[in-house]
């Protein structure tokens, strides 16, 4: 070859050379990044789509359904997981290591978070996932799962102001049935309903209990009743050898009996499907919750949280299970509450409602009077199903004479002694009002019309009230205003107003003014007191906007307006209560129509006796005398000590 075509060939192959340097720059192998990005992002659902090329520690070929398979298994309980890749991998020659950051959540809501790496190999220029349980965990081998345990946390009660417990855990025979164990459910049922109704009032709705069996496994336990301990002992011997019977003994928060404020307490149970829809992932079937009453307002606070614990386990050679904990997050306790009822007060109010047999809805509230300390919260029958004796909206009859009474005397208007004429009826804008059993007492001192209870006097001083004058009185004791107990509690609505026969009908209790028990004693505890001050129930935790105390009240119109509610027990229409032990008796009778038929009438007491104020409601029950006086009478005669008889 010529020296010139030799010398231009070699020079275009120089050329050559350098056009292809940078072209061999720009095809450099792939980061393993991408392919351990897209491993986490894909882990929490066990789906890769693709993204991600697998192998075993010995290079075998995995597939992404071998892959989440084995990721599963390895998870056990858990379900719950997200993953982040922390930084870049580290590269060396065809390997790489990738850190990364599991974070679980567990029952209750609890993050274990721990690290984690992640092997990658380079085939082919594709980096490929080293599948390896270590993944999962450090300390995970194949055939070993995670797996949780709830460490459940123990649930507080409700303790008296002293700190004693008044709802706390005491021992329960759940009483059950088992399908497979029974031999003849028709002859089984009624001695079941028999032996029940000696220790539950009314008995257990057995009515569903054979559709329950139908639709239950053979080997389910299908509930009936919970009992407390010792009443379960009453009839142990009745149905403990029956053929399908069965018996699970376990604990639960109760207060001292069945019918211990339970209204207001409420109860504890099984959580419902209701309660689990409406508050997703909060509970699981089984929890214990509280169902009604304080149990349920203050469920979060009783209950605490669970704790949990993840632990590795695996099969041993000999098929015995090996447990290691690896993480553990302690329970937090319930905290208890703490309220003012006093056993002893409470105990006599349950009595009473329970020794008066009345099927009505009734009841008692009681508080001590020089601090407001409520001590009793009493309904019935059998405890009672709504927290009547805070809850009710009910005409408050003839006990609001007292507001009417208190108004006029402070107005200056009339005094205990002013005449004023208690005619059979009295009639305003064509509206006549009459007395109970046609009284007629003619003019009398202001003083008797209140001990008598005359309707039409008290119609007639309304025009001395005015417009607004009613419920300025009914402020003045606390009715209507805006209270703090830390439960639902109603606080009345007092009629303000409206036409001249309104005003007339809302001065003895009637027209559109509603309270509630603890409405009216809170209203006599000021009288007693001689100032308003909230009824306190919840002491721990405290409500966080309690009532400020009222004024000073008057002591002229308070001498006045107690001698008149003295002179009620002594010569007028609670007579009965004169010999009641424990000191007098002041108060004041209502028999209250709450609808459009003469004969449906509420009847009252409100009153106090030393340093103990109360209210006895009862619904529809007729006459005050005929009901609420002697449950009055029941409840304070409750309240001494027993003599024993030799």
């Not at 090996?322 to 997050?329: H, I, L, N, P, S």
């Not at 309304?462 to 004791?477: E, S």
């Not at 209560?577 to 028999?591: A, E, F, I, N, R």
Request: net charge negative; aromatic share 6%.
């Amino acid at each position: 070859m010529p020296a010139l075509a030799q010398h231009r060939r070699i020079a275009l192959f120089a050329a050559l050379a350098l056009l292809a340097t940078p072209l061999a720059a720009c095809s450099k192998d792939p980061e393993p990044g991408p392919a351990l990005d897209a491993f986490v992002a894909g882990w929490p659902h066990a789906q890769w789509n693709g993204k991600v090329t697998f192998v075993g520690p010995q290079n075998q070929a995995l597939t992404e359904t071998d892959v989440a398979n084995r990721l599963k298994g390895l998870s056990g309980t858990l379900d719950t997981v997200t993953v982040k890749a922390d930084g870049k991998p580290t590269i060396s020659d065809k390997s790489a290591t990738g850190k990364i950051t599991v974070d679980w959540t567990l029952p209750g809501g609890t993050h274990w978070t721990y690290p984690s790496q992640v092997r990658l190999t380079q085939q082919n220029k594709t980096w490929r996932v080293i599948w390896d349980p270590k993944i999962v965990h450090p300390d995970l081998q194949e055939n070993a799962a995670l797996n949780t345990k709830v460490v459940a946390a123990a649930r507080a009660g409700i303790n008296d102001a002293a700190g004693n417990p008044l709802a706390t855990a005491r021992n329960v025979v759940v009483v059950g049935v088992e399908p497979d164990k029974i031999k003849d459910l028709a002859v089984l049922t009624p001695v079941l309903d028999s032996a029940l109704k000696t220790v539950v009032p009314g008995g257990v709705d057995l009515s569903g209990l054979a559709q329950q069996v139908a639709q239950a496994k053979p080997d389910a336990f299908v509930e009936i009743v919970t009992l407390r301990r010792e009443a379960y002992d009453q009839i142990k011997p009745m149905i403990h050898d029956l053929d399908g019977t069965v018996f699970r003994e376990e604990t639960r928060i109760l207060a001292p009996t069945r019918t211990f404020a339970k209204a207001l307490f409420g109860s504890v149970g099984e959580v419902t499907k209701e309660i689990m829809d409406a508050n997703p992932g909060k509970y699981a079937q089984g929890d214990q919750v509280g169902l009604y009453g304080l149990q349920k307002q203050y469920d979060a606070r009783l209950r605490g949280s669970d704790g949990v614990e993840v632990d590795i386990t695996s099969k041993n050679a000999d098929g015995t299970t090996r447990t290691q904990k690896v993480f553990g997050a302690d329970a937090k306790d319930g905290q208890a509450l703490s309220v003012t009822l006093d056993p002893k007060v409470q105990n006599a109010a349950d009595g009473a409602i329970a020794g008066s047999k009345l099927t009505q809805r009734t009841a008692i509230v009681a508080m001590r009077v020089s601090d407001g300390h409520v001590l009793a919260v009493a309904n019935g029958p059998d405890g009672g199903g709504d927290d009547l004796a805070l809850v009710a909206q009910v005409p408050p009859g003839s006990t609001f004479k007292v507001v009417t009474a208190y108004g006029v005397l402070d107005g200056g208007s009339v005094t205990a002694d002013s005449v004023v004429d208690c005619p059979a009826t009295y009639t305003v804008d064509g509206r006549t009002f009459k007395n109970a059993h046609d009284m007629a007492l003619g003019p009398v001192p202001f003083h008797t019309d209140l001990a008598k209870s005359c309707n039409t006097a008290f119609a007639s001083l309304a025009p001395k009230l005015g417009d607004t004058g009613l419920a300025a009185a009914g402020t003045a004791l606390g009715l209507g205003t805006k209270w703090d107990l830390g439960v639902d509690c109603f606080t009345g609505a007092v009629s303000s107003g409206g036409s001249q026969a309104e005003q007339a009908a809302a001065a003895f209790g009637q027209g559109t003014t509603v309270v509630s028990p603890v409405a009216m004693l809170g209203a006599i505890g000021a009288v007693a007191r001689g100032r308003w001050k909230q009824p306190v129930l919840l002491l721990d935790p405290a409500p966080a906007a309690p009532a400020a105390d009222g004024p000073q009240l008057k002591e002229s119109t308070l001498t006045q307006l107690r001698t008149g509610l003295r002179e009620v027990v002594t010569n007028g229409t609670a007579v009965s209560l004169k010999d009641v032990p424990g000191g007098p008796v002041s108060g004041k009778t209502g028999t209250a129509e709450y609808d459009a038929d003469p004969a449906h009438t509420h009847a009252w007491f409100i009153g106090w006796q030393g340093d103990l104020a109360f209210a006895v409601f009862v619904e529809n029950g007729g006459d005050s005398t005929a009901t609420a006086v002697p449950l009055a009478e029941a409840f304070l005669r409750g309240l001494q000590p027993q003599t024993v008889r030799r």
